[in-house]
C-alpha cells in the first residue's frame, strides 16, 4: 500500500493497536490522542465503547453503526462518536484516516 503520510507523521511513535494490516502513528497530548490510521486489509471492528472520537476520512471507506444508525463516511468526510456511544464497523484495505480520541491513554505506543 503507497503510504500516505509524510515523515514527521511517519517519525511519530507506532501506536499499539491489535488490528490486523494496520500502520498507526500516535501523537501524545497531555488529555487526549491523535492517531493517524492506515489498513491494507478489510478489518470488522465489534461492538464497543470509549470516551468520544472525532475521525477524519483521508482515503477510501468505513461502514459505522452509532447507537444503531449505520452511515458510510469517504474520503473528505467526517464522524464524531460521542463518549459512551456503542459503535462497531467495517474498514475497508486502503482506508485512511486521523483521528482524534479524547482520552490520553486510549492507546499505548508500541514497544
Same mark, same amino acid.
Given at each position: 500500500?503507497?503510504?500516505?503520510?509524510?515523515?514527521?507523521? %511517519?517519525? !511519530? #511513535? &507506532?501506536?499499539?493497536?491489535?488490528?490486523?494490516?494496520?500502520?498507526?502513528?500516535?501523537?501524545?497530548?497531555?488529555?487526549?490522542?491523535?492517531?493517524?490510521?492506515?489498513?491494507?486489509?478489510? %478489518?470488522? !471492528? #465489534? &461492538?464497543h465503547l470509549h470516551e468520544s472520537q472525532w475521525g477524519i476520512v483521508l482515503e477510501g471507506k468505513i461502514e459505522l453503526t452509532i447507537?444503531?444508525?449505520?452511515?458510510?463516511?469517504?474520503?473528505?468526510?467526517?464522524?464524531?462518536?460521542?463518549?459512551?456511544?456503542?459503535?462497531?464497523?467495517?474498514?475497508?484495505?486502503?482506508?485512511?484516516?486521523?483521528?482524534?480520541?479524547?482520552?490520553?491513554?486510549?492507546?499505548?505506543?508500541?514497544?
Amino acid at each position: 500500500m503507497l503510504k500516505i503520510f509524510p515523515e514527521p507523521v %511517519i517519525n !511519530l #511513535p &507506532e501506536a499499539d493497536i491489535p488490528l490486523k494490516g494496520i500502520s498507526a502513528y500516535l501523537s501524545q497530548g497531555e488529555n487526549h490522542q491523535i492517531i493517524f490510521m492506515e489498513f491494507a486489509e478489510d %478489518i470488522d !471492528l #465489534p &461492538e464497543h465503547l470509549h470516551e468520544s472520537q472525532w475521525g477524519i476520512v483521508l482515503e477510501g471507506k468505513i461502514e459505522l453503526t452509532i447507537d444503531g444508525v449505520k452511515n458510510t463516511y469517504v474520503k473528505g468526510d467526517r464522524y464524531f462518536i460521542p463518549k459512551g456511544a456503542k459503535h462497531s464497523g467495517k474498514i475497508f484495505a486502503g482506508y485512511a484516516d486521523m483521528t482524534l480520541f479524547n482520552q490520553k491513554d486510549r492507546y499505548k505506543e508500541k514497544r
